[in-house]
């Protein structure tokens, strides 16, 4: 007498949302670590010297790499990062051109996140005239590069924007300059400045994953009980059919 019937229907769903559940943790996993590297990587970077612009055209992997400017701030051609909160409060991070007279480029420096909680009111913001002597970090965005909102290529200054994309304002400008923007370490320019190295830290894919494990255990286990129960039962109205033959 067989002692497991879990039925067709429940094995073909079994044998279909099982492995993807499992995939799905795994998947988890190699994300987790993936930001790990990433954290330890940017831990080691923030530690290293700052680098010149002319140093850092040498360099392979430029994400992250701490750089020394010297020059001046372009207030004319400001652009104001739309969408931006900290703490649940509405706010803009304020991008402007920054002239690095050693090595003759322009960069459009991220100075940092500021609150626009009324969109009724212009933004207001105050920019350097003399030259300073800034550090920055190398921004590399993940996945596609940012491009400039369609509607944001003309009209009045500053302009507000939902995307970025340096090269096409250097275009647009006329001028020469750095295609990834680079954002401020804490200095006499910078705003508020707590850009997350990731946006999902390690522990919450752990997380995620351990939810996938169990929904894939709480499957199987579903799984061989309705086997074992529907076999009980079957074995049962066996045995009663034979103990009480039809006359």
């Not at 040498?58 to 703490?87: K, P, Y």
């Not at 200054?157 to 804490?186: F, S, T, Y």
């Not at 994953?209 to 079957?234: D, P, S």
């Amino acid at each position: 007498m067989k002692t497991f019937r879990p039925g067709v229907l429940p094995s073909v769903l079994v044998a279909l949302l099982l492995p993807l559940l499992i995939s799905l943790g795994v998947w988890q996993l190699a994300r987790a670590e993936e930001k790990r590297a990433l954290l330890a990587s940017d831990e080691i970077r923030r530690a290293a010297t700052p680098i010149g612009l002319n140093e850092l055209e040498q360099r392979a992997d430029i994400a992250h790499i701490r750089v020394r400017l010297h020059g001046q701030f372009d207030e004319r051609h400001s652009l104001l990062l739309d969408n931006r909160t900290r703490a649940g409060q509405a706010g803009v991070e304020l991008l402007q051109p920054f002239y690095d007279q050693a090595s003759g480029l322009w960069l459009l420096v991220n100075r940092g996140w500021m609150p626009w909680p009324d969109r009724r009111i212009p933004v207001s913001f105050t920019t350097p005239a003399e030259p300073l002597q800034l550090v920055a970090q190398v921004y590399v965005p993940p996945g596609a590069t940012f491009q400039l909102q369609q509607d944001a290529q003309s009209g009045d200054w500053p302009r507000l924007i939902n995307r970025v994309d340096a090269q096409a304002l250097w275009q647009q400008l006329g001028r020469g300059g750095m295609a990834q923007e680079v954002r401020l370490e804490p200095g006499p320019a910078s705003l508020r400045i707590d850009w997350p190295v990731v946006s999902m830290a390690p522990e919450q894919h752990t997380g995620y994953a351990v939810q996938w494990f169990a929904l894939a255990a709480a499957l199987l286990c579903l799984y061989i009980y309705l086997g074992l129960h529907t076999a009980r039962e079957k074995n049962h109205e066996s045995s009663h059919e034979s103990s009480h033959p039809q006359l």
